[in-house]
């Protein structure tokens, strides 16, 4: 596609229930993030892919978060059990230097835990 | 662990009165991007620096990389409406890891 493409837009759920966030890249791109955004503050860095090698997972902030990009293109991120505190905007980029260039974001998936 | 940090947190300007956003590493940076997000969006790239001294401009703004490669700053001249949204920059992690860590942002209004 012409951009990075996220579903779903919005999620509500409710706590203690599994959600999966989609991510499909720009053709090409080597490189993938996932950030999160909560309301009104920054984005905080989750996981970073880059072709095959291993993910760099320093950012998940809990076991309960996981993320996938099968194929080296396509990346899912799976938060279990979710917490009301998990609620934000989730954000993914991808880029397409192996070292840090220019991050082309989706439009985020927006989370909200009742 | 590396720090990217931003002030003002917030500024309110008149239309056509200037702007500008200071970004603080805690560590030195190989080079430092700017970011702008317009309310309800996503962030856009602006601009990367890479160079100690490096100034650079785009229209109406100026992004300055400092000489110790430890800070930044965007300059908005004449502010317009358009201009409003947050700003973020970012620096590579310096740890040899490959993520981009933001700074805390600055959110401009523009009031007419």
């Known amino acids: 596609g012409a951009g990075v493409s996220q579903s779903p837009s919005n999620k509500v759920t409710e706590k203690g229930k599994d959600v999966e966030l989609r991510c499909d890249p720009i053709?090409?791109?080597?490189?993938l993030y996932w950030y999160r955004q909560s309301l009104g503050q920054g984005l905080e860095f989750l996981i970073y892919?880059?072709?095959?090698?291993?993910?760099?997972k320093s950012g998940l902030p809990s076991d309960r978060f996981s993320a996938e990009r099968t194929g080296g293109s396509v990346s899912t991120l799976t938060i279990q059990r979710t917490q009301q505190e998990d609620s934000a905007v989730y954000l993914c980029?991808?880029?397409?230097?192996?070292?840090?260039?220019?991050?082309?974001f989706g439009e985020g998936s927006r989370l909200t835990v009742l | 662990g590396q720090q990217v940090m931003q002030i003002p947190q917030y500024q309110h300007v008149q239309e056509g009165e200037d702007f500008t956003t200071y970004c603080n590493s805690s560590t030195t940076l190989s080079n430092i991007q700017w970011y702008k997000q317009r309310p309800g969006g996503h962030p856009v790239f602006l601009i990367q620096?890479?160079?100690?001294?490096e100034v650079k401009k785009q229209k109406r703004l100026t992004f300055q990389f400092g000489e110790a490669k430890k800070n930044s700053s965007l300059h908005i001249t004449a502010t317009q409406t358009t201009d409003v949204g947050t700003y973020f920059c970012a620096g590579p992690d310096t740890g040899g890891g490959n993520k981009l860590t933001f700074g805390t942002g600055t959110q401009l209004k523009v009031e007419l």
């Open positions: 980029a991808s880029s397409p230097l192996k070292y840090t260039g220019e991050l082309f």
């Open positions: 053709s090409g791109h080597t490189a």
């Open positions: 620096l890479v160079k100690s001294g």
């Open positions: 892919f880059q072709g095959n090698s291993a993910p760099d």
